[in-house]
């Protein structure tokens, strides 16, 4: 553990806030909004580069809520169709922010660990021998050891064709143009489809499309689209996309919903595990424990694209009991589609719109007016506000209760906005905003909610009843 010093660091000020939360949140039912912290001594440690592992998770952050602001509009087409079934696969937390699936693909089956990520549709690993990673060191993982699938190694791979409509899903439809080689009138065309390059924040991949046999214990789903890519750069795995395009993992196996419950960030690298689960049959049942809120369709005619998102519509933002009175633009998307909130695992912090942010920030830097600002550790983190609570042996932390449409209400526990952040003397919100002032130029959704504050619920696509779902659970 000495050599991660992300996971030990993450690990002490995240048990320690857990251990007092416990008498918080008992607190906190009495006095409604305000939790309590009991603060225990443990271990000094400091490790060298905490500070510069949580910018950059900031900075990722940032940078991939700008990628999902800007998205390209792309295609649907329809769906496919699978007899009902119950899909099960662990989901491990790691130190460089994402949660990762397992997921098996070819015959003989080749495993895979995969990103489970909500915020993106297509899936793709990394392929063959020559797969090549740049900027992929990150804590824990060596950018030579990730695994690949390889190609030749399996019977039932196929390179997808330029006239395959699979093609169309990620090309739109005018890619038919582009397979010249293949004669109009020909049924036979050997064309592959074109290369595929995705963003994704701060990373990027390439490669090509396949079909292939996804393989679970009991069950195959056969022509599954996925990317074998050859290049990419800052990703420390592939990717399971869960988005709402036809692409998508959940669209290409007709699910009627997936669930899952992330497991605490104490537990990253460790092995730990929760399941995630894949329901292709269902029926309106609510499960029960559940509070629901319905995905809200983003129409926007000028980005198609918004549509991959779970859009889920904010109410308020309560900081302790005050209200932040947040324009019912950044709460709603507008009609050019921009403005509201998603849900999406790809994330690791919330992301907030400055204005929105600000309204939240200030209000609790107002309500913890007592402790003193520790601009430096803001400065070095990327987190802000930051307090030094150096002499304190308690302090007073607002609650942060999000209201959804229909009157669910999300009052997260304090581990999942408020953490230690380098020792024990500092606490920062572990929500993130950028500097872009010019809202009207802002595009996208206003607020992105990330992995860490979905830690220890249990969360619900309701895909079939559109509706999301969640619950407070201890994950493990
Ligand atoms: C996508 O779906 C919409 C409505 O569901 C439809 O009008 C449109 O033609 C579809 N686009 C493609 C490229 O299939
Ligand atoms: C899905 O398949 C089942 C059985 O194969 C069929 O009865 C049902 O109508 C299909 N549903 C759709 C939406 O195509
Ligand atoms: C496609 O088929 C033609 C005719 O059969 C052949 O000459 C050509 O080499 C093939 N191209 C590829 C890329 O396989
Ligand atoms: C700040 O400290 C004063 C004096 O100790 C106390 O009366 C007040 O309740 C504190 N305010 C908050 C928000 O904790
Ligand atoms: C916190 O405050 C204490 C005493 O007021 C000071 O000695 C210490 O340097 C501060 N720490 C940080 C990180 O600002
Ligand atoms: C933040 O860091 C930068 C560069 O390290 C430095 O120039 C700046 O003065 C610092 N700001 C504060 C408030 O500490």
């Known amino acids: ?11 002490y000020l995240i048990i320690c806030t857990t251990l007092s939360s416990d008498t918080a949140t008992a607190t906190a039912t009495a006095a ?14 400091s490790p060298s580069n905490a500070y510069q592992v949580l910018s950059n998770l900031a900075t990722s952050s940032v940078a991939r809520a700008h990628h999902l602001k800007h998205q390209n509009p792309k295609a649907n087409a329809t769906k496919t169709n699978t007899s ?60 030579a050891k990730i695994p690949t699938f390889a190609p030749k190694l399996s019977s039932t791979k196929k390179l997808v064709g330029c006239r395959n409509p699979k093609c169309s899903w990620l090309f739109g439809p005018n890619v038919q143009s582009r397979c010249q080689d293949c004669e109009p009138t020909s049924k036979v065309c050997n064309q592959t489809c074109p290369p595929y390059l995705i963003q994704y924040g701060l990373g990027s991949t390439g490669g090509l499309l396949l079909v292939e046999n996804l393989v679970f214990p009991h069950k195959t789903f056969p022509d599954f689209l996925v990317g074998c890519s050859i290049i990419s750069n800052r990703q420390p795995a592939g990717i399971a996309g869960f988005g709402r395009s036809v692409e ?19 537990f990253d690298d460790t092995g730990v595990s929760s399941n995630m689960l894949l329901e292709t049959g269902s029926g309106d049942a609510k499960t029960p424990g559940l509070s629901y809120t319905p995905f809200h369709k ?32 950044f709460l709603v998307p507008g009609s050019d589609g921009n403005g509201g909130t998603i849900v999406d695992s790809g994330s690791t912090f919330t992301f907030m719109e400055r204005p929105v942010f600000e309204l939240v920030s200030n209000e609790l830097e107002k309500q913890m007016g007592n402790y ?40 997260l526990p304090l ?5 230690f952040v380098g020792d024990d003397k500092v606490v920062c919100l572990m929500v993130v905003t950028d500097n872009v002032v010019n809202q009207g130029l802002h595009g996208g959704p206003a607020i992105i909610l990330g992995s860490f504050q979905q830690q220890d619920y249990q969360i619900e696509f309701d895909l079939a009843n559109d509706r999301f779902g969640f619950a407070k659970k201890r994950c493990v």
């Open 415 to 419: 581990t999942n906005y408020f953490s």
């Open 32 to 45: 409604a909004t305000t939790i309590k912290v009991s603060l225990s001594p443990f271990p000094h440690h």
């Open 372 to 411: 003193s600002r520790a601009l430096e550790v803001e400065n070095m983190s990327g987190l802000a506000p930051c307090f030094n609570i150096s002499g304190y042996k308690s302090i007073e932390v607002p609650e942060l209760t999000f209201h959804f449409k229909g009157g669910a209400k999300m009052a």
């Open 248 to 266: 998508s993992l959940p669209s290409q196996l007709s699910l009627k919903k997936f669930s899952y419950c992330l497991v605490s960030r104490r």
């Open 298 to 329: 983003n129409q926007a005619a000028s980005n198609p694209a918004f549509k991959e998102f779970y859009y889920v519509v904010l109410r308020k933002i309560l900081v302790g009991d005050q209200n932040v009175k947040v324009p019912y633009s």
């Open 84 to 143: 009902s079934s119950l899909l099960k696969t662990p989901l491990f937390p790691h130190s460089y922010g994402g949660y990762t699936i397992s997921l098996s693909f070819g015959t003989p089956p080749q495993p895979l660990t995969l990103i489970m990520d909500t915020g993106s549709s297509l899936s793709w690993f990394p392929c063959t021998s020559r797969y090549l990673c740049s900027q992929c060191a990150f804590p824990n993982v060596d950018p």
């Open 1 to 11: 553990m000495a050599s991660l010093p992300f996971i030990s660091f993450l690990s």
